[in-house]
């Protein structure tokens, strides 16, 4: 496969690494980003596996709760002009609110506001604001207590980030209080799991290969190698579960002490959602923006 200089820029950007690290890791893995990505780590030479920097669709993320239920939608515009649209705000706070009572995506936008379903509401906005939108998805969490928070506000009860976080135990006030703060974390640290118990196996096993390959280009015993892989990826646990994590307000405890320590309550379940996270729009430089605009 051939390896392309824009392969090569996107694989420096998504790992820090140099152009011809980046350059040999493609070509040792005919081209897959994934691949090459995991071979720079498994060779030290990756900074970090960050995601692409590619510019992602704009909007907002709407949340909104009632008691036992917390629910956050994504709905997606063109342009970030339209999302601090205060008409296309109304909208979102109207979405998130018939949410509530909605099992899921498809539900959702056949459920109804103001006589219309939420579907054809939409398809109205597009009309009159004169660009194109969509529900995305939605997240939802039932427990005794669903705290929310919005990262990034643009009005009240939507923003960029909008996380939920399920409380079980105690009184509704001081759930609710511990369970904002960890909702805050979740928008900081953005775990993959709730625990090791819901990590995916594939990830969890993607992560031991990549260690078990590092510990050998140390060149030391099998034996040593294995015991190094179990710290290791008790490490990369301690990263990537929201309950091992160290908790931002407190890092001498882990979030689930700090639950603990707050009162009778456990961290049921957690959802993070992000305005355009996995969508990529094309991009295109500002000289060929410019060119195409003067119709060069």
């Not at 629910?71 to 342009?79: D, W």
């Not at 529900?135 to 039932?142: F, G, N, T």
Request: hydrophobic residues 45%.
């Amino acid at each position: 496969m051939a390896i392309t200089a824009s392969d090569v820029k996107n694989l420096r950007d998504m790992t820090g690494a140099g152009m011809m690290d980046a350059k040999k890791a493609l070509t040792e893995t005919d081209g897959d980003i994934e691949a090459a990505v995991d071979w720079l780590r498994a060779k030290g030479l990756a900074k970090a596996a960050k995601k692409s920097g590619r510019v992602a669709a704009e909007g907002l993320v709407a949340v909104a709760s009632k008691p036992g239920v917390g629910v956050a939608v994504e709905i997606n515009s063109e342009t970030d002009f339209v999302a601090r649209n205060a008409e296309f705000q109304t909208m979102c706070g109207a979405v998130a609110t018939a949410a509530l009572d909605a099992a899921d995506l498809p539900a959702l936008l056949a459920a109804s506001i103001g006589g219309k379903t939420v579907a054809d509401t939409v398809t109205e906005k597009i009309t009159t604001i004169g660009e194109n939108m969509t529900v995305r998805r939605m997240a939802r969490i039932e427990a005794d207590h669903v705290a929310t928070y919005v990262h990034n506000a643009a009005a009240e009860g939507m923003g960029k980030i909008g996380v939920l976080v399920g409380v079980k135990g105690g009184e509704a006030e001081a759930a609710l209080a511990i369970g904002r703060q960890v909702a805050m974390h979740v928008a900081a640290t953005s775990p993959a799991s709730l625990s090791e118990a819901d990590l995916d196996p594939a990830l969890i096993e993607r992560e031991k290969q990549v260690l078990t390959e590092q510990a050998r280009e140390s060149g030391k015993p099998e034996a040593v190698i294995e015991k190094m892989i179990v710290g290791r990826m008790q490490k990369f646990f301690s990263e990537v579960c929201l309950l091992k994590q160290a908790f931002v307000i407190n890092p001498d405890l882990t979030v689930e002490k700090a639950v603990a320590a707050a009162g009778p309550f456990t961290i049921t379940a957690f959802a993070r959602v992000q305005v355009g996270e996995g969508i990529e729009k094309e991009e295109e430089d500002f000289a060929a923006e410019v060119a195409k605009t003067m119709g060069g």
